[in-house]
T-cell receptor
Framework: AQSVTQPDIHITVSEGASLELRCNYS??????LFWYVQSPGQGLQLLLK??????LVQGIKGFEAEFKRSQSSFNLRKPSVHWSDAAEYFC????????????FGGGTRLMVKP | DVKVTQSSRYLVKRTGEKVFLECVQD?????MFWYRQDPGLGLRLIYF???????EKGDIPEGYSVSREKKERFSLILESASTNQTSMYLC???????????FGPGTRLTVL
């Protein structure tokens, strides 16, 4: 069975600083990987996904993620954080390439200091 | 604009009550999902439906059932609510093929 670990429960960064959120997965086959964001009181919104091909994936809101098979990681990055990025971020791995059976990590809550 | 709506944002029920959570999507999506979200555990899949009257168990189906009589509507049923079912419940939908899941705003259920 697949699993996802997000080692950092909370992260605080200053506005304008760079950001990296960690995600490690366990899955026996080629993983299908996703990052979602949840703003307070909102549902989840897809930031980006990796199915195959280029291991550096660009998403919405200036986010990117890099798939590293050797490290079983799919870390999310942003070069300059904005106050509106404060939210909870979830990494997920899919058991099929249609994005149906998702296993989510525990989430990382991002706080942004002015 | 895509939309997934859930019938209530907040719900308070008593132990033993039968609880219905409703989800409606207006995107003509084939697949619909119910998750529960708990701090530190992320989202866990309860049930998944890939067509009207069709369902698949997710990771934590115990204590829950679902109903999908129409394509746009997917209901989660707690036959006899218990305090350990206090949680945030999220509904999602997507097309049958490759695609992202679109989430509703969630229902925060408290069982007393």
């Amino acid at each position: 069975a697949q699993s996802v670990t997000q080692p950092d429960i909370h992260i605080t960064v200053s506005e304008g600083a760079s950001l990296e959120l960690r995600c490690n997965y366990s899955y026996g086959a080629t993983p299908y990987l996703f990052w979602y964001v949840q703003s307070p009181g909102q549902g989840l919104q897809l930031l980006l996904k990796y199915f195959s091909g280029d291991t550096l994936v660009q998403g919405i809101k200036g986010f990117e993620a890099e798939f590293k098979r050797s490290q079983s990681s799919f870390n999310l990055r942003k070069p300059s954080v904005h106050w509106s990025d404060a939210a909870e971020y979830f990494c997920a791995v899919g058991a099929d390439n249609a994005g149906n059976m998702l296993t989510f990590g525990g989430g990382t809550r991002l706080m942004v200091k002015p | 604009d895509v939309k997934v709506t859930q019938s209530s944002r907040y719900l308070v029920k008593r132990t033993g009550e039968k609880v219905f959570l409703e989800c409606v999507q207006d995107m003509d999506h084939e697949n619909m999902f119910w998750y529960r979200q708990d701090p530190g555990l992320g989202l866990r899949l309860i049930y998944f439906s890939y067509d009207v009257k069709m369902k698949e168990k997710g990771d934590i189906p115990e204590g829950y059932s679902v109903s999908r009589e129409k394509k746009e509507r997917f209901s989660l049923i707690l036959e006899s609510a218990s305090t350990n079912q206090t949680s945030m419940y999220l509904c999602a939908s997507k097309i049958a093929g490759d695609g992202e899941q679109f989430f509703g705003p969630g229902t925060r259920l408290t069982v007393l």
